[in-house]
């Protein structure tokens, strides 16, 4: 995911890596936001809404994992596991484990999706993804988490008014 090449400097390429140029500066810019921050207020609530910037990555890491790899594969081939709160912390979770752990998911599909062709059909057989591609799931990705930045754009600007973004990020 450590991507040195910003999307406002590549003009052209092949279509799956700018696909995944585009989805690891959205994931990089998540990850930048959270930088600096204590357990506390990564997990502090922001009424009315109930969401937390971890209870976010930990979202985003369930999503990962599942349109990019156990969709992508089928569960016969990879079944991962279900979080019993897919937006907060269970007991035993850490702040850390759970960034670590959107990391190494986004590692993870970031390798699967490079050896297969842009054309390849999801192999989950639930009715809803049927003829679901690659392609689209890369873009459905690209959306997801630049939707959830925004809140999480939000949420960082209530804690300490950090807006924007780093100079990596202009």
Not at 77 to 92: D, S
Not at 106 to 121: F, G, N, R, W, Y
Not at 138 to 148: D, G
Request: glycine share 6%; net charge negative; with cysteine.
């Amino acid at each position: 995911m450590n991507n040195d090449r910003n999307v406002d400097t590549v003009l052209s390429g092949d279509e799956k890596e700018l696909l995944l140029l585009f989805l690891n500066n959205q994931r990089e810019i998540i990850l930048w936001k959270l930088d600096g921050l204590t357990d506390e207020q990564l997990q502090q609530r922001h009424p009315p809404s109930t969401l937390t910037l971890i209870g976010i990555v930990k979202h985003l890491t369930r999503v990962e994992g599942s349109w990019l790899q156990q969709d992508l594969l089928g569960p016969d081939v990879l079944m991962l596991p279900q979080p019993a709160n897919e937006w907060g912390l269970e007991p035993g979770d850490t702040c850390a484990d759970v960034i670590e752990s959107y990391r190494r998911t986004c590692a993870k599909s970031d390798e699967i999706v490079s050896a297969l062709p842009l054309e390849t059909v999801l192999a989950d057989p639930h009715p809803l993804q049927a003829g679901v591609t690659l392609r689209w799931a890369l873009l459905h990705m690209i959306e997801e988490t630049a939707r959830h930045l925004g809140q999480v754009d939000l949420i960082r600007e209530s804690i300490d008014g950090m807006v924007g973004q780093n100079s990596r990020f202009p």
